[in-house]
Nanobody, 125 residues
Framework: QLQLVESGGDLVQPGGSLKLSCSAS????????IGWFRQAPGKEREGLSC????????RYVDSVKGRFTISRDNAKNTVYLQMSSLKPEDTARYFC??????????????????WGQGTQVTVSS
């Protein structure tokens, strides 16, 4: 089974930046669409962004457009989420998820098959 590991979460001041990574062991990610999600205490899980297996197609939820950038390096078997202009309301546990797709597309829905354990992002002064 595909195992995903997120890293890069940290405590950061408002207005700061972080880069999250999502990597996999044992399996190549180049056949998978990858999504980034987050969940804050007491709130539902929220889809943030996704990227197709080639990286040519990306999607973002309105709340992070212009602030977050998703990318992937299939040679390194890693997907990234660059986050900037962070706000206290971005505080949450961030998860990546993978879904095998024949088509070069992605969607920010609940159809992902494999999930990581998450990495904590805290935005506070």
């Amino acid at each position: 089974q595909l195992q995903l590991v997120e890293s890069g979460g940290d405590l950061v001041q408002p207005g700061g930046s972080l880069k999250l990574s999502c990597s996999a062991s044992r399996f190549s990610l180049d056949a998978y669409a990858i999504g980034w999600f987050r969940q804050a205490p007491g709130k539902e899980r929220e889809g943030l962004s996704c990227i197709s297996k080639s990286g040519r197609s990306t999607r973002y939820v309105d709340s992070v457009k212009g602030r977050f950038t998703i990318s992937r390096d299939n040679a390194k078997n890693t997907v990234y989420l660059q986050m900037s202009s962070l706000k206290p309301e971005d505080t949450a546990r961030y998860f990546c998820a993978a879904r095998f797709r024949f088509q070069d597309m992605c969607a920010m829905d609940s159809s992902y098959d494999s999930w990581g354990q998450g990495t904590q992002v805290t935005v506070s002064s």
